[in-house]
């Protein structure tokens, strides 16, 4: 598991920065490299073995069914990338120390910077492709947060939902494409794809998973036509740009071209599209970095260019240019940070990255001004820098590139982006830090060590390894390169300063005084240029943006209307249509279940609850009558449970049909008391087919089960085990309380959570526009006396006795119809009598209970209930039960469940007087405000008539 | 008497589906309880119709009917009171609050001649 730490530490000490900043800027900026070198410090111990040629394995299973692992290995090529990452990163934490500004939180931008370490770590060491995309999502996402750093300035923002959509969008191109490269595979471990290359490249999937891939690699490495994100992406602080906009981040598509170069390469396709892109990309980049004003745009650009030539180079398909693409890695990526950082300083000192407005800092900025410029010439080509050694190579693997039959296409398209390179990199180090002194910025000086420390220590191997290639890169681009082309076993790397005079030195020599003399002419052809006129990627970006949002609003317009009986009749149509086309294609035998007999009551009950149905549509627009209506439907249900052996139910569906008649009186008296009728026969029609091929179907389907026998269930075993298993002989009970308990558990969980719902509602009721609305509520005229006499002697007689039933019902429930639910139902409605006969008023003043304990209570007893047995070693809700002799009582049967359904009980009381008290509560507010009214009427018609009078 | 249950079945869905598909709340919430009541039936019916023959242990009963669907609807009706509960309260709470009770965002309730039988009405 050590090696997953080279990704993890870096990760979960993104933690720390923000912690640490609370210390001050330098202790932030220790701890963070602290975390830094600790990665860098497992990665080192790591490698010997990886430099001997081992790959370093190790993880654990995450989701095996979805081949997800959380596996990570090291071989050359993760050592080589994860090197660069964790080096440069350390450099790049002490620039950033000085680069920003005191007020900035550098707490959170360390936490950014090394978060965004830990993933693009993660992408080069990880095993598995699925949690390679993680890591690449992750990239995306820090990439994101940083380019928005400085989140005031549009360009920052824009620039960062840029990269974000187009790095984004990439990684689930990568992420549909590894998902089949694993089916072609048949595993998703990158050491086991490596292997399989040739069964992916016979795959018919092979040409989407190449297509796909390519899609999450040029994004993300900005390839023609993806790269218009990279430049905007310099709206980031320098050191971001350094880091991952020129060394690290925009290589993970070159590392992924690499990685799966032994799986992915080796045909014409791949051959044809990644040298082909590369290419263009190389071409177009140098193009306009040569024209550009901007110091990180012009770095942008040039980026842009060599990362075209990486995946030129891997386009190729031949270990020669792979080695040279490896080391051209490597090179660019110390000069290209190089030249970031030491435009980053002169930004810094002199306010300006307008190269017209710069000249001449080689005499205010020394230190700097050769640092750069020594850069700047490695970029170019120069000899006896690290840049010239690979450029070669490149220009030589490029002179035996034949393209489509054409064999002077690649090198001379080659041998002119090198020009255009020289070009832009003269012009940068002429224009920024030789020639004239343009801007009079008498302060500008060079930065304290701090801040070019970092870029001389990259400056360092810039030179030293453009004098002794092969004895300071050699190894390690070897053992790279070794595990890109050949699964591990080192291949001969000859990297040389002098190769003799051959094709690749002259085609440099081309390019450098091509370079030079571009240069020479560089007004007229930004006439030229300007009269060519391009495409502006940024402005067809942002219409694309727009017209996607366009397209989402009116679909969203479209289908989201607001109308819920539009929705309502979508779904019933749809369900209908399923439900037909199901009867359609199937066959349909009738059953042979004997049918039971049927009495006159029985025959009554349906045709009451027919007509009841049948008339309610009808009178639906009367809302009391329809009230009623339901009553009686409410009624006839429960008649029927009674008929069919299921006293349990009856009494319940009574009870609740009770308090919901209750629960809708309270509401319709503060509702309007009647439905407009809904004009339009054409839809009521349509509603009328809808419902009337529901209730056919619903109704056939249910005839169809009934008329067939059913096979054993569960129901056998409930019985069986009702009493010497849950020690009651009512079985529903003992199913509800015991058998399926959780399940209980769980529902009188809901019934808890609609109450406190319910009064959350109700208790911002009283305030705003819907308190305003309440006031000019009135009494309704028939109900002329509030609180009738009669109603409150009965409801005040009856209380006591229905709190008796209550607990009989309750105490019987475990072996008799009854239980927790109806006796709640039964105490709840007796108290919710007095609310409604004596009014809120009364009732609150005399509650010596709040509801709200209620609920918790019994929701509490009943999970305590199941926790007390995992005291005993049984699972969670096991009930116990025993018989006790009560002296009087005699023989009594206790047991657990009898608690669990006490905290049924006390839930459903809650729950009930709960909502139903906080809507009497509302009413309150009416019956105050009618009454303060017509007092107030009853005192100005006095007024007026003694008016009259006199 | 399975055709009778069949049939009431599909009275409650046809009424519970007609009416949910009304543009004001009220209706609306009477057809989400017509449609409890059928599914509820429904249910029930699942576990086959059985006269005479409850689910309460007894040496001499000569066979019960089956539990299951109904420990299943006997929650099911409790959860549904919950359900109308809300739903009522939330018709409640946007009635007050917009002055409409029309679900599909049109033109709140056209003001009732005087003498039906409303709250309210000119003071």
Same mark, same amino acid.
């Given at each position: 598991?050590?090696?997953?730490? #080279? @990704?993890?530490?870096?990760?979960?000490?993104?933690?720390?920065?923000?912690?640490?900043?609370?210390?001050?800027?330098?202790?932030? /900026?220790? =701890?963070?490299?602290?975390?830094?070198?600790?990665?860098?410090?497992?990665?080192?111990?790591?490698?010997?073995?990886?430099?001997?040629?081992?790959?370093?394995?190790?993880?654990?299973?995450?989701?095996?069914?979805?081949?997800?692992?959380?596996?990570?290995?090291?071989?050359?090529?993760?050592?080589?990338?994860?090197?660069? #990452?964790?080096?440069?990163?350390?450099?790049?934490?002490?620039?950033?120390?000085?680069?920003?500004?005191?007020?900035?939180?550098?707490?959170?931008?360390?936490?950014?910077?090394?978060?965004?370490?830990?993933?693009?770590?993660?992408?080069?060491?990880?095993?598995?492709?699925?949690?390679?995309? $993680?890591?690449?999502?992750?990239?995306?996402?820090?990439?994101?947060?940083?380019?928005?750093?400085?989140?005031?300035?549009?360009?920052?923002?824009?620039?960062?939902?840029?990269?974000?959509?187009?790095?984004?969008?990439?990684?689930?191109?990568?992420?549909?494409?590894?998902?089949?490269?694993?089916?072609?595979?048949?595993?998703?471990?990158?050491?086991?794809?490596?292997?399989?290359?040739?069964?992916?490249?016979?795959?018919?999937?092979?040409?989407?998973?190449?297509?796909? =891939?390519?899609?999450?690699?040029?994004?993300?490495?900005?390839?023609?036509?993806?790269?218009?994100?990279?430049?905007?992406?310099?709206?980031?602080?320098?050191?971001?740009?350094?880091?991952?906009?020129?060394?690290?981040?925009?290589?993970?598509?070159?590392?992924?071209?690499?990685?799966?170069?032994?799986?992915?390469?080796?045909?014409?396709?791949?051959? %044809?599209?990644?040298?082909?892109?590369?290419?263009?990309?190389?071409?177009?980049?140098?193009?306009?970095?040569?024209?550009?004003?901007?110091?990180?745009?012009?770095?942008?650009?040039?980026?842009?260019?060599?990362?075209?030539?990486?995946?030129?180079?891997?386009?190729?398909?031949?270990?020669?240019?792979?080695?040279?693409?490896?080391?051209?890695?490597?090179?660019?990526?110390?000069?290209?940070?190089?030249?970031?950082?030491?435009?980053?300083?002169?930004?810094?000192?002199?306010?300006?990255?307008?190269?017209?407005?710069?000249?001449?800092?080689?005499?205010?900025?020394?230190?700097?001004?050769?640092?750069?410029?020594?850069?700047?010439?490695?970029?170019?080509?120069?000899?006896?820098?690290?840049?010239?050694?690979?450029?070669?190579?490149?220009?030589?693997?490029?002179?035996?590139?034949?393209?489509?039959?054409?064999?002077?296409?690649?090198?001379?398209?080659?041998?002119?982006?090198?020009?255009?390179?020289?070009?832009?990199?003269?012009?940068?180090?002429?224009?920024?830090? +030789?020639?004239?002194?343009?801007?009079?910025?008498?302060?500008?000086?060079?930065?304290?060590? @701090?801040?070019?420390?970092?870029?001389? $220590?990259?400056?360092?191997?810039?030179?030293?390894?453009?004098?002794?290639?092969?004895?300071?890169?050699?190894?390690?681009?070897?053992?790279?390169?070794?595990?890109?082309?050949?699964?591990?076993?080192?291949?001969?790397?000859?990297?040389?300063?002098?190769?003799?005079? *051959?094709?690749?030195?002259?085609?440099?020599?081309?390019?450098?005084?091509?370079?030079?003399?571009?240069?020479?002419?560089?007004?007229?052809?930004?006439?030229?240029?300007?009269?060519?006129? @391009?495409?502006?990627?940024?402005?067809?970006?942002?219409?694309?943006?727009?017209?996607?949002?366009?397209?989402?609003?009116?679909?969203?317009?479209?289908?989201?209307?607001?109308?819920?009986?539009?929705?309502?009749?979508?779904?019933?149509?749809?369900?209908?249509?399923?439900?037909?086309?199901?009867?359609?294609?199937?066959?349909? !035998?009738?059953?042979?279940?004997?049918?039971?007999?049927?009495?006159?009551?029985?025959?009554?009950?349906?045709?009451?609850?027919?007509?009841?149905?049948?008339?309610?549509?009808?009178?639906?627009?009367?809302?009391?009558?329809?009230?009623?209506?339901?009553?009686?439907?409410?009624?006839?249900?429960?008649?029927?449970?009674?008929?069919?052996?299921?006293?349990?139910?009856?009494?319940?569906?009574?009870?609740?049909?009770?308090?919901?008649?209750?629960?809708?009186?309270?509401?319709? *008296?503060?509702?309007?008391?009647?439905?407009?009728?809904?004009?339009?026969?054409?839809?009521?029609?349509?509603?009328?087919? #809808?419902?009337?091929?529901?209730?056919?179907?619903?109704?056939?389907?249910?005839?169809?089960?009934?008329?067939?026998?059913? !096979?054993?269930?569960?129901?056998?075993?409930?019985?069986?085990?009702?009493?010497?298993?849950?020690?009651?002989?009512?079985?529903?009970?003992?199913?509800?309380?015991?058998?399926?308990?959780?399940?209980?558990?769980?529902?009188?969980?809901?019934?808890?959570?609609?109450?406190?719902?319910?009064?959350?509602?109700?208790?911002?009721?009283?305030?705003?526009?819907?308190?305003?609305?309440?006031?000019?509520?009135?009494?309704?005229?028939?109900?002329?006396?509030?609180?009738?006499?009669?109603?409150? $002697?009965?409801?005040?007689?009856?209380?006591?006795?229905?709190?008796?039933?209550? $607990?009989?019902?309750?105490?019987?429930?475990? *072996?008799?119809?009854?239980?927790?639910?109806?006796?709640?139902?039964?105490?709840?409605?007796? +108290?919710?009598?007095?609310?409604?006969?004596?009014?809120?008023?009364?009732?609150?003043?005399?509650?010596?209970?709040?509801?709200?304990?209620?609920?918790?209570?019994? %929701?509490?007893?009943?999970?305590?209930?199941?926790?007390?047995?995992?005291?005993?070693?049984?699972?969670?809700?096991?009930?116990?039960?025993?018989?006790?002799?009560?002296?009087?009582?005699?023989?009594?049967?206790?047991?657990?469940?009898?608690?669990?359904?006490?905290?049924?009980?006390?839930?459903?009381?809650?729950?009930?007087?709960?909502?139903?008290?906080? #809507? @009497?509560?509302?009413?309150?507010?009416?019956?105050?405000?009618?009454?303060?009214?017509?007092? /107030?009427?009853?005192? *100005?018609?006095?007024?007026?008539?003694?008016?009259?009078?006199? | 008497?399975?055709?009778?249950?069949?049939?009431?079945?599909?009275?409650?869905?046809?009424?519970?589906?007609?009416?949910?598909?009304?543009?004001?709340?009220?209706?609306?919430?009477?057809?989400?309880?017509?449609?409890?009541?059928?599914?509820?039936?429904?249910?029930?019916?699942?576990?086959?119709?059985?006269?005479?023959?409850?689910?309460?242990?007894?040496?001499?009963?000569?066979?019960?009917?089956?539990?299951?669907?109904?420990?299943?609807?006997?929650?099911?009706?409790?959860?549904?009171?919950?359900?109308?509960?809300?739903?009522?309260?939330?018709?409640?709470?946007?009635?007050?609050?917009?002055?409409?009770?029309?679900?599909?965002?049109?033109?709140?309730?056209?003001?009732?001649?005087?003498?039906?039988?409303?709250?309210?009405?000119?003071?």
């Amino acid at each position: 598991m050590q090696l997953a730490l #080279i @990704a993890l530490v870096p990760l979960l000490g993104a933690l720390l920065p923000p912690l640490a900043m609370r210390a001050g800027r330098n202790v932030c /900026t220790v =701890v963070t490299a602290g975390v830094t070198l600790a990665a860098l410090a497992v990665l080192v111990a790591a490698a010997p073995a990886v430099l001997r040629g081992e790959t370093v394995r190790a993880g654990t299973d995450w989701v095996p069914q979805l081949g997800l692992s959380f596996r990570f290995m090291l071989d050359g090529l993760g050592l080589f990338f994860a090197g660069l #990452i964790l080096g440069i990163g350390l450099l790049i934490i002490v620039y950033a120390r000085s680069y920003l500004a005191r007020s900035e939180p550098a707490g959170r931008f360390f936490a950014y910077l090394l978060l965004f370490q830990g993933a693009m770590t993660g992408i080069v060491i990880s095993d598995n492709v699925l949690l390679l995309v $993680v890591f690449w999502e992750l990239t995306s996402l820090s990439s994101f947060l940083l380019i928005g750093w400085w989140s005031q300035a549009p360009e920052g923002r824009q620039g960062a939902r840029m990269a974000l959509i187009v790095t984004g969008g990439g990684g689930l191109l990568l992420m549909a494409g590894m998902l089949l490269l694993g089916q072609a595979a048949g595993s998703y471990e990158l050491s086991v794809i490596l292997t399989r290359g040739d069964i992916v490249r016979a795959s018919p999937l092979y040409i989407p998973i190449l297509l796909l =891939v390519l899609g999450g690699a040029f994004t993300k490495s900005a390839q023609f036509p993806f790269h218009f994100w990279l430049p905007h992406a310099m709206a980031a602080p320098t050191p971001v740009s350094a880091y991952l906009h020129s060394a690290t981040m925009v290589k993970a598509g070159v590392f992924l071209l690499a990685r799966l170069w032994p799986v992915l390469s080796g045909t014409e396709a791949w051959f %044809v599209v990644v040298s082909t892109t590369g290419l263009v990309t190389m071409l177009v980049g140098a193009w306009i970095a040569l024209f550009k004003t901007d110091l990180k745009a012009i770095l942008a650009y040039s980026t842009v260019s060599q990362l075209g030539l990486m995946t030129m180079l891997l386009g190729f398909g031949t270990p020669e240019a792979t080695v040279a693409c490896l080391f051209h890695i490597l090179n660019h990526a110390t000069f290209k940070a190089a030249l970031f950082m030491g435009a980053g300083i002169v930004d810094h000192e002199t306010g300006t990255r307008d190269i017209r407005r710069l000249g001449g800092l080689v005499r205010l900025m020394p230190v700097t001004a050769a640092l750069s410029l020594v850069a700047a010439a490695a970029m170019a080509g120069v000899p006896l820098l690290n840049g010239f050694v690979s450029k070669e190579m490149m220009l030589a693997a490029a002179y035996d590139t034949h393209w489509a039959g054409l064999p002077w296409l690649v090198p001379v398209g080659a041998t002119l982006a090198s020009l255009l390179s020289v070009a832009y990199a003269a012009r940068y180090g002429f224009g920024v830090f +030789l020639g004239r002194r343009r801007q009079p910025a008498p302060a500008a000086h060079d930065p304290p060590a @701090a801040m070019w420390a970092p870029v001389a $220590v990259l400056v360092v191997p810039v030179i030293a390894i453009g004098v002794a290639p092969q004895l300071l890169a050699g190894p390690l681009v070897a053992v790279a390169a070794g595990s890109t082309i050949a699964a591990g076993s080192a291949i001969p790397v000859d990297l040389a300063l002098w190769h003799g005079v *051959n094709p690749a030195l002259l085609m440099s020599v081309t390019a450098l005084v091509g370079g030079v003399a571009l240069l020479a002419i560089w007004a007229g052809l930004d006439r030229l240029r300007a009269r060519i006129g @391009a495409p502006d990627a940024k402005a067809l970006f942002d219409r694309g943006i727009d017209a996607t949002v366009a397209a989402a609003r009116a679909t969203i317009g479209a289908l989201h209307t607001e109308s819920l009986p539009r929705y309502l009749a979508v779904i019933l149509a749809t369900t209908v249509a399923v439900g037909t086309a199901g009867f359609l294609s199937g066959t349909y !035998a009738p059953g042979t279940r004997a049918l039971l007999p049927v009495g006159p009551p029985s025959l009554v009950a349906f045709l009451a609850l027919a007509a009841a149905s049948l008339a309610v549509v009808v009178v639906h627009g009367r809302r009391l009558l329809t009230l009623v209506l339901t009553g009686v439907v409410g009624l006839m249900v429960s008649l029927a449970f009674l008929k069919l052996s299921a006293p349990d139910l009856a009494l319940t569906q009574i009870t609740v049909e009770v308090v919901t008649t209750i629960l809708m009186l309270l509401a319709l *008296n503060l509702l309007p008391k009647r439905t407009p009728l809904e004009t339009g026969r054409l839809r009521r029609l349509r509603d009328a087919a #809808i419902a009337g091929a529901a209730g056919l179907g619903t109704a056939g389907l249910a005839y169809a089960v009934m008329t067939r026998d059913l !096979a054993t269930t569960i129901s056998d075993f409930h019985i069986a085990q009702a009493k010497p298993g849950g020690g009651g002989t009512n079985v529903v009970n003992v199913t509800l309380v015991d058998f399926r308990g959780f399940d209980t558990f769980g529902e009188i969980i809901v019934l808890c959570i609609a109450a406190l719902v319910i009064v959350a509602m109700l208790e911002t009721a009283l305030r705003g526009a819907a308190a305003r609305r309440l006031d000019q509520l009135r009494r309704s005229p028939l109900a002329a006396d509030v609180h009738p006499l009669v109603l409150v $002697v009965v409801t005040r007689l009856l209380l006591p006795l229905a709190l008796t039933v209550g $607990v009989y019902i309750f105490l019987r429930g475990h *072996n008799q119809p009854g239980g927790g639910f109806v006796a709640g139902l039964v105490v709840a409605i007796a +108290l919710i009598m007095q609310y409604i006969a004596s009014g809120y008023g009364w009732a609150a003043d005399r509650r010596r209970f709040d509801a709200h304990v209620l609920l918790g209570a019994g %929701v509490l007893l009943a999970g305590a209930t199941g926790l007390g047995a995992l005291l005993f070693g049984r699972p969670f809700l096991t009930s116990a039960f025993g018989h006790f002799d009560l002296p009087l009582v005699g023989d009594v049967e206790l047991a657990t469940a009898m608690l669990f359904d006490a905290g049924v009980f006390l839930t459903v009381v809650g729950t009930v007087v709960l909502s139903l008290a906080r #809507i @009497a509560r509302v009413e309150q507010r009416v019956e105050r405000g009618t009454a303060a009214r017509s007092s /107030t009427a009853a005192h *100005n018609g006095a007024a007026r008539s003694g008016a009259g009078e006199a | 008497m399975e055709i009778l249950i069949a049939a009431s079945i599909g009275f409650l869905t046809m009424a519970g589906v007609y009416l949910v598909l009304r543009r004001h709340s009220y209706p609306m919430i009477v057809g989400t309880a017509f449609l409890s009541y059928a599914v509820n039936l429904f249910l029930f019916a699942m576990g086959r119709l059985t006269l005479d023959r409850p689910p309460l242990v007894d040496p001499a009963a000569p066979g019960y009917t089956d539990p299951l669907p109904q420990a299943l609807v006997l929650t099911a009706i409790v959860i549904s009171f919950g359900m109308t509960a809300l739903i009522v309260v939330l018709a409640l709470r946007g009635f007050l609050e917009t002055g409409s009770d029309r679900l599909d965002g049109g033109p709140p309730h056209e003001p009732e001649a005087p003498g039906a039988d409303r709250a309210g009405g000119p003071a």
